[in-house]
């Protein structure tokens, strides 16, 4: 592929990319929101959120260290913070964080029988 062809697709896939997030704003610009995209709107967040945490924690291993309390840990942290602060962001990210330190750093890799 030469330097023409990387820019030429570039180009097409910001385009793309630019009209597809642009095209609710543009044309479902009404004032009277049907009842359908009021819910979804409502719920979309929750119900993908949801399919995340799922997807996430089907792999699993509750047979051997840590036994699944990293994931269990982290997903505890997302439902306080999110109680306390009603906040997506602040509840992701710090769970996120969390979860990650205690993966990193193996701070519960002594559980061993």
């Not at 913070?81 to 750093?105: D, G, P």
């Amino acid at each position: 592929m030469n330097i023409i062809n990387i820019i030429i697709s570039i180009v097409a896939m910001t385009l793309i990319t630019f009209f597809a997030r642009a095209f609710p704003f543009i044309f479902l610009r009404t004032k009277n929101q049907s009842e359908m995209l009021v819910f979804i709107g409502k719920y979309a967040p929750f119900s993908v959120i949801t399919i995340l945490v799922i997807y996430c924690i089907k792999d699993v291993s509750l047979s051997k260290p840590p036994f699944g309390l990293n994931e269990l840990i982290a997903i505890l942290f997302v439902v306080i913070l999110h109680l306390k602060f009603r906040n997506f962001f602040v509840s992701i990210f710090v769970s996120t964080f969390v979860y990650m330190v205690l993966v990193q750093l193996n701070l519960l890799n002594f559980l061993r029988f």
